[in-house]
């Protein structure tokens, strides 16, 4: 119904999809004017010398969180947006731009006001039916949209600055034959599978290594247990669980948070419906009946209903709606604006229980029910207070967070110590277990701030935080430990594991040998069933990169089922929990002349995807290039002013 809407509305829709599009290239504009604290015009980052001001983030934010409140139809509410994570999306967005900007001007890319000319008038954007609109139609728009032809032209020629670095970062992408091939084989090839697997983990039971055999394994492979270089650190945690019990919400906060955001609360009308569609032929198409006739049609079925024919029972039997015959003709529960305009009328005019004239759409002729109609309401106060309690606690409590954050930097940078600086916020140092280069601590879960430790000298304390999951840590490096070779005794039980984790595998295999063996004369049921084993299958054509069953994935699996012929039993193949036997059912195989007809697209749609990959990396390493200074107190101005 929602496609047949937009083909009817066709020019109307791709003004609507413009002004959209438009109010996102604007989102990023920067506004150009001094620091001043508490103000629009104060700096929130400063990336390489250029400015995000608070009233430029304030303007991102509010046309992001406007997007999404669309999106979400009016459900919305401010733990939404934290678990979105609007407020950093916004600011690292921005952040990327001012790279771009910086990059551009560093390799010599300009974009000339010719170019930006050009890119306005053929763009597709500003064309209707082929023609460009002219500049009266382009102003019109923008007014609606709120916004300036400076504005406009700016925002292109970032765009098309955006789009030359892109072009020349990714010029060196490119895609073999053999790697057009294999993304080719990636994409069509499938197999259904039936399978045995033999799990290690139900042949570890009596595995029982000798001292003597732990002993001898640790000096055949002693290389493999060295212990790497480990560092232990210093950390001060905001974890917001412990801070969250310094928070305290009144009422008054609860009641003046819901007056502020009512709407956020606000339920839209729904209708929840039943149709029998009789479907009208439209254009050449062959589908439906003649207008007439499928019109005469939906006329007696109406009748039957007015007789008091059941109207699921009608629906199953008559309905051309493939979707909902099967269900009674049921199409759920939906909001205005869901379905085409004449349905939609229709169903919000009538009362529950009612059924519907015969109504005609571009499908064809509907007769509806209305099974029940829920008006649109405001939850009350009362409803919503404790999701509004936890919503504001949480925000609490993250600011909280912040500012104790912002005192611990202020402190840190100032020459103060890890210590000084926490006892300032009566918060505890802790230290953290041995950890070595690619490991994360259990409490400190943060890939960045492992890979920064490996970077500090002992002593040094890192002045920014690193978030984490559950908040924060600042840390000061307290002791590097020199990769070394260990005694026995710190390694005996890892040592001992994997003996029994060998031994376990061994029987595993030797069981699916055994299972292979026999499966040619017994089939594998059987063959399975003697090792007290149990044939599976996968449910379903399965394609390269997805688990096979329960055997999961890997590239022994893989190359074993996806060069098996069809019927052919395998040799025992290694899976990720033991060893398995596989017979290929089904194959959907390599078809060579469909590469050919594809390969041009799958190349560049390769080139594309490695351009890509290339231009993310690339401002990856942009970061290290420039400064990137954050002033967290402006930050959270900023945020306090949006909301």
């Known amino acids: 119904m929602a496609l047949a809407a937009m083909r009817r509305h066709r020019r109307w829709l791709y003004g609507f999809l413009w002004i959209v599009i438009l109010a996102f290239v604007i989102l990023y504009v920067p506004a150009l004017s001094d ?23 304030q303007r991102a934010y509010s046309r992001q969180r406007a ?10 509410d401010e733990s939404m947006l934290e678990r979105l994570g609007l407020d950093s999306q916004v600011l690292e967005t921005l952040v990327s731009e001012r790279l771009v900007e910086l990059e551009a001007k560093r390799l010599g890319i300009a974009v000339s006001d010719e170019a930006v000319a050009r890119a306005i008038a053929s763009s597709p954007e500003f064309q209707d039916e082929g023609k460009f609109i002219g500049k009266d139609e382009i102003r019109r728009r923008l007014e609606l949209a709120g916004l300036s032809e400076a504005e406009l032209e700016r925002s292109l020629r970032q765009r098309l600055e955006r789009e030359s670095l892109e072009g020349l970062i990714g010029a060196g992408a490119s895609a073999s034959d053999a790697e057009v091939e294999r993304e080719f084989r990636r994409q069509t090839e499938q197999v259904r599978l ?3 697997l033999a799990d290690a983990a139900r042949y570890r039971t009596g595995v029982t290594p000798s001292e003597q055999e732990v002993q001898a394994r640790f000096e055949a492979k002693r290389d493999a247990y ?14 917001r669980a412990a801070l969250q019990p310094q928070v305290a919400v009144t009422d008054r906060e609860l009641e003046l948070y819901y007056q502020d955001r009512r709407e956020d609360y606000r339920q839209d009308e729904e209708a929840c419906a039943s149709h029998i569609l009789v479907k009208a032929r439209q254009g050449e198409a062959a589908e439906g009946h003649p207008e007439d006739e499928a019109q005469a049609i939906a006329a007696k079925l109406l009748e039957q209903v007015k007789a008091g024919a059941d109207f699921a029972a009608l629906a199953k039997k008559a309905s051309e709606d493939t979707g909902s015959a099967a269900s009674g003709g049921d199409l759920g529960c939906f909001g205005p604006g869901r379905m085409v305009p004449e349905f939609d009328a229709a169903v919000f005019a009538l009362e529950p229980g009612a059924v519907s004239e015969v109504v005609k759409t571009s499908f064809g002729y509907h007769v509806i029910r209305l099974a029940s109609k829920r008006e649109a309401t405001v939850q009350s106060f009362g409803e919503v207070k404790e999701r509004i309690r936890g919503t504001v606690t949480e925000k609490k409590t993250r600011e909280l967070g912040e500012q104790k954050a912002q005192a611990l930097s202020e402190a840190l940078a100032k020459g103060g110590s890890l210590d000084e600086a926490a006892k300032a916020q009566g918060l505890p140092v802790q230290k953290s277990a041995a950890f070595a280069r690619g490991e994360t601590p259990p409490v400190l879960q943060s890939s960045s701030l492992v890979a920064r430790v490996f970077q ?8 920014e935080g690193f978030a984490l999951p559950q908040g924060a840590a600042f840390v000061a490096l307290a002791e590097v430990k020199p990769a070394h070779a260990p005694e026995l005794k ?20 030797v069981a699916a040998a055994a299972v292979r063996a026999s499966a040619e004369k017994l089939g594998l049921e059987k063959a399975a069933a003697a090792q007290s084993l ?10 390269r990169g997805q688990p096979l069953g329960d055997l999961g994935t890997g590239l022994a699996l893989e190359q074993a089922a996806f060069s098996l012929p069809e019927k052919a039993l395998s040799e025992p193949v290694r899976a990720p929990s033991g060893w398995a036997v596989l017979r290929v059912l089904e194959k959907k195989p390599f078809d060579q002349a469909e590469l050919e007809r594809q390969k041009a697209q799958l190349r560049s749609n390769l080139r594309a995807q490695r351009s890509q990959e290339l231009f993310r990396a690339f401002l990856v390493a942009a970061r290290d290039r420039y ?7 402006a930050f959270r101005r900023a945020l306090g002013q949006e909301q």
Do not use: H
Not at 456 to 463: L, R
Not at 493 to 508: C, H, P, S, Y
Not at 534 to 543: C, S, Y
């Open 35 to 57: 620091q001043q604290q508490g103000t629009q015009a104060e700096t929130v980052v400063n990336v390489g010398g250029l400015p995000i001001s608070a009233g430029e983030y």
């Open 67 to 76: 997007f999404y409140a669309q999106m979400y139809q009016g459900r919305l």
């Open 194 to 196: 039936e399978y045995v």
């Open 226 to 239: 060295k212990v790497p270089e480990q560092r232990v650190v210093s950390y001060v945690l905001l974890d």
């Open 456 to 463: 500090m000298k002992p002593g040094e304390t890192e002045k």
């Open 490 to 509: 710190d390694v005996a039980e890892r040592v001992r594991e994997d003996l029994i984790q060998e031994a376990a595998l061994e029987r595993a295999r």
């Open 534 to 543: 149990v044939r599976k299958e996968t449910q379903a054509l399965t394609g």
């Open 627 to 633: 400064p990137i200074e954050r002033n967290a107190e």
